[in-house]
């Protein structure tokens, strides 16, 4: 089973960047994703990194974030920048699908305005 640990978050201020890194271990490269989970909303898509290194990001965070890959593909980064306050949730990195089975603890974002 694959192992997930994210970590990088924190506070930030609004129009503050953070990068956010996932360390995935136990599995060859696959294609990873970033979800996040803002309180009291359902987890939703962030960006998306195939094997090959092709992205996707969330239409509405297109410009402000991107994801790519280090350390030989076994880690993940999301770049985020201009925070805004509804950036704040929890953000999990997964494969892409995600194993619904096997999130990780996700690190948790709180923008401030």
């Known amino acids: 089973q694959v192992q997930l640990v994210e970590s990088g978050g924190g506070l930030a201020q609004a129009g503050e960047p953070l990068r956010l890194s996932c360390a995935a271990s136990?599995?060859?490269?696959?294609?990873m994703a970033w979800y996040r989970q803002a309180p009291g909303k359902q987890r939703e898509f962030v960006a998306r990194i195939s094997i090959t290194g092709v992205t996707s990001v969330a239409n509405d965070l297109r410009g402000r974030f991107a994801i790519a890959r280090a350390n030989a593909g076994n880690t993940v980064h999301l770049q985020m920048k201009n925070l805004k306050p509804e950036d704040t949730a929890v953000y999990y990195c997964n494969t892409s699908p995600p194993n619904t089975d096997n999130w990780g603890r996700g690190t948790r974002v709180t923008v401030s305005s």
């Open positions: 136990g599995t060859n490269i696959r294609a």
